[in-house]
């Protein structure tokens, strides 16, 4: 099982910026899938989860409105679209699968993308 | 101000057993829903070590445990060792907030 995130960079204060998931070595469409954040020096943050087929999605208040989750299990990735973005939202953006249905634990996570938001 | 509440530091000599604890309340840990802790080594993804409130995945010491009890759940670790200081993680989900959180996380330093 394997997650590997791309599209991190350095973007300036109201940009935008689109981050890929591809995932192999399970079978993605049957899962899950949550975006993690991680700011310099802090904690965990729960950005966004999808559940298996796209149907349902979540966002913590931080970012609801401005992020867009999505997947396309043709291809077996998983997107972060992130708008209107701001300094705050400067971290470690790790992709993570979920392994039950409900309010499930995740497991395993990529190695994550950085996302510096600045000036 | 993270929802579950965890002691920014821990220590333990060598060999010492050390507990993390890990406080929420009655929207989510209080709720029934479940506890998950994760190890966080410097500059590296976070790694799944409790699932399910006790349950080690494969591979995972059994020097590592966690409980849970009312609105408060806790990893321990017994016999430390140097390669356990790092960071560690709770997480559970939240009925008020419809979403999943995390403590602040624990920096464990072996002595």
């Known amino acids: 099982v394997q997650l590997v995130e791309s599209g991190g960079g350095l973007v300036q204060p109201g940009g935008s910026l689109r981050l890929s998931c591809a995932a192999s070595g399970f079978t993605f469409s049957s899962y899950g899938m949550t975006w993690v954040r991680q700011a310099p020096g802090k904690g965990l943050e729960w950005v966004s989860t999808?559940?298996?087929?796209?149907?349902?999605?979540y966002y913590a208040d931080s970012v609801k409105g401005r992020f867009i989750i999505s997947r396309d299990n043709s291809k077996n990735t998983l997107y972060l679209q992130m708008n209107s973005l701001r300094g705050e939202d400067t971290a470690v953006y790790y992709c993570?699968?979920?392994?039950?249905?409900?309010?499930?634990?995740?497991?395993?996570w990529g190695q994550g993308t950085r996302v510096t938001v600045s000036s | 101000q993270s929802v579950l509440t965890q002691p920014p530091s821990v220590s333990g000599a060598p060999g010492q057993r050390v507990t993390i604890s890990c406080t929420g309340s009655s929207s989510n840990i209080g709720a029934g829903y479940d506890v998950h802790w994760y190890q966080q080594l410097p500059g590296t993804a976070p790694k799944l070590l409790i699932y399910g409130n006790t349950n080690r995945p494969s591979g995972v010491p059994d020097r590592f445990s966690g409980s849970k009890s009312g609105t408060s759940a806790s990893l321990a670790i017994s016999g430390l060792q140097a390669e356990d200081e790092t960071d560690y993680y709770c997480q559970s989900y939240d009925s008020s907030l419809s979403g999943w959180v995390f403590g602040g996380g624990t920096k464990l330093t072996v002595l």
């Open positions: 993570a699968k979920k392994v039950v249905p409900s309010k499930s634990w995740f497991d395993p």
């Open positions: 999808i559940t298996s087929g796209g149907g349902s999605t």
